[in-house]
């Protein structure tokens, strides 16, 4: 079979990424429908449903960057995607709860094997004037699959949602064992200690500078897109909700990928977050109030779109070799999930206690933190 061009190639890898988001988005878009047969397990485990494919990102996600760079990046999504295919299946049947969650925690690993693989193939097969829109386009998968699954999902009943993703991950595991570049052999290096592993890719002002950035925008970005629309008046709530993070994809993949054909990743990471501090003093000003909540929230999803494709750019910016960028996709899945993980109950408890001025001000502070981590991590790299 002729090799296929490396952007088409780019575009499958942006493909698994989707299903790779799936996993989080089809149970979130079932979250009711599922209750009926799980909620009898009580709210905390039924959450757990959803939230377990993160916790083992959260956990795993370092260990995840140094098994891939082990086995080979090829081996490792194509084995991920056809484990993600068999999970949905067996999802279809509707197992007994502790089934339930075992599937989960196994679409876990696959989800971050995904996550951990797709940026650094990208990164290796894009060419290099393209690869900012590779990587760009890559941070756009969970935004995208979103939309997709709100639109479809509603439409859908679970065990026909399960089988079609099923379907579509299987898909995708023969056509990508068929179309990537075979791994390289003898990657067999040793592990050794994954704890002075782990130290050693977060003491790195390369490894860690893309993750440690990316852990802010996680932290605030899922959180907004939660907890504003609730907040904004009802005539503007649909607008809100919908809009955010489709001006976000929009901005990334227009603007952003223009920007950084003009400076370096890391530096428009700190220009989208000096950008998205307006957009929260814009809510706290206009906070009540539809339209001017809108404009803040739209100005808010714009540059922290600016600051998630930007991220991604960064890996391959900082770190050239194939391993190396496998351990900080590793890391920013890691930091990512963390951030995700903990930014909604945080700022959802700030905003109970302190209101708008309240988010406005953690807000800030994570911008303002973003903008400090990579200006470190820069002096550390210079130095």
Known sequence: MRPLPPMLLVLLLWCAGLGAAAQFGKISILFESLRASYGGNGEVALGLVVSIVGMVGLIFGTTAGLLVARIGPRRAIVTALAAGAAMSALQSLMPAYPLMLATRIIEGASHLAIVVVGPTMIAALAPEARRPLAMTLWSSFFG????????????????????????????????????????????????????????????????????????CYTFLYVAILTLLPPQTPESHRALIAAGMPLVSIAVSLTLGVRLLARMSAVRLVQLGYAVAIPGFLALWLFWGQGAGMVAGGFLLSAALGIVQGASFAAIPELNASADDRAAAAGAVAQLGNLGTTTGTPVLAALLASAGAPGLAFAGVALCLAGVGIHAVQARRRAG
């Open 144 to 215: 995208v699959t979103y939309t997709i699954l709100a639109l479809i999902g509603p439409h859908l009943a679970p065990t026909g949602l399960f089988l079609g993703h099923a379907a579509y991950m299987a898909a995708l595991a023969a056509i990508l064992a068929l179309t990537l570049p075979p791994d390289p052999r003898h990657r067999h290096a040793p592990l050794g200690n994954l704890l002075a592993r782990h130290a050693a890719i977060y003491a790195s002002p390369r490894l860690a500078a893309p993750a440690m950035g990316f852990c």
